[in-house]
């Protein structure tokens, strides 16, 4: 059995009033974890366990670090989440709450990551939020649960931070024969790292990151991520904090479900009725979820948000 659960795919009335098209969402907020990563994290987590690995190490205060420590506490394999001291309490806690040692060292990711690749002993696995083939192949399952419904997507929307989420879902496009199922991705303006490359035509680094939807904040996305963006077809949008902001809050209130704006980033674009997803009957978002954010936060941000 893996880790994660079958989540359900369910046709959104409101979602689909908005966008002038017919919407379906995935619901990657309903995982144990609270995202999407359970997937790729929990499958590459099992796969270390059978090796016989004796610990999991991540540097990530995010959902990544969450959905490591909740694998570790179901293989029973102790985890380290190392995280800067910028994590939030919340993230903090949470990781915590599924039993894992969390080490607060640095000011930055970077200090934090240093510091976990450092303790990495012979029978420790470090856990990559994004960039590692095991995550592709386990975030793919998403896409084979939609093939085995029976069911089609004209176009897949979703949101990039380091890429790992796209390059699943095309992995998993491509091994169900859907190859020429378009993607339109979503990531905020101070975090658009994926359509930055896509666009330069190589790979950019951002200098920094400025953005609310912190679970996008890669500043590079993954080598594999910028290949099948060259290779299958995708249309790369970018969307305003304001936007993903107001697209948590309303997606609260129509489907009730909190997502954080990393997630609203895809969701703001169906919105919006947005034009890339006009030329489509069939649109699938796949809602990642995300728990690191509370209301009250999205609130705050939404708040101090410059006025457009
Ligand atoms: C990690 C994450 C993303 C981005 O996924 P990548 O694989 O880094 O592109 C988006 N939304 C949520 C909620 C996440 O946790």
Not at 52 to 58: D, L, P, V
Not at 97 to 112: P, R, T, Y
Not at 156 to 181: D, I, K, P, T
Request: some cysteine.
């Amino acid at each position: 059995m893996p880790l994660h659960i079958q989540t359900p795919l369910i046709h959104s009335r409101p979602l689909s009033l908005a966008a002038g098209t017919e919407v379906w969402l995935k619901l990657e907020a309903l995982q144990p974890a609270g995202s999407f990563k359970l997937r790729g994290i929990g499958a590459a987590c099992e796969f270390h366990a059978r090796r016989g690995t004796r610990r999991f190490i991540s540097s990530s205060g995010g959902n990544a670090g969450i959905a490591v420590a909740f694998a570790g506490r179901c293989l029973s394999i102790p985890v380290t989440v190392v995280v800067p001291e910028t994590t939030t309490e919340r993230a903090r806690a949470l990781i915590r709450q599924e039993g894992a040692e969390v080490i607060v060292h640095g000011k930055a990711w970077h200090e934090a990551n240093a510091l976990a690749q450092s303790m990495l002993g012979e029978a420790d696995a470090f856990i990559h939020p994004f960039d590692d083939a095991l995550l592709w192949q386990g975030h793919a399952t998403l896409v084979d649960e939609v093939a085995a419904s029976g069911w089609r997507p004209d176009v897949v929307l979703l949101s990039v931070g380091g890429g790992g989420l796209f390059s699943g879902v095309v992995e998993g496009l491509q091994r169900n024969g859907w190859g020429a199922v378009p993607v339109i991705t979503a990531e905020t303006a101070g975090a658009a790292s994926f359509a930055g490359s896509l666009q330069a035509g190589r790979r950019i680094e951002l200098e920094r990151i400025d953005s609310v939807a912190t679970s996008l904040g890669a500043k590079q996305v993954c080598e594999r991520a910028f290949e099948l963006g060259r290779s299958h077809p995708v249309r790369a949008r970018v969307v305003s904090d304001r936007a993903a902001l107001q697209a948590c809050e309303r997606f609260l209130d129509e489907q009730r479900l909190l997502v954080e704006p990393a997630c609203g980033a895809a969701l703001a674009l169906a919105y919006a009725g947005d034009e890339a997803l006009r030329d489509f009957e069939r649109v699938m978002v796949v809602v990642c979820g995300g728990v690191t954010a509370s209301l009250e936060q999205i609130s705050a941000w939404k708040a101090a948000q410059p006025e457009d």
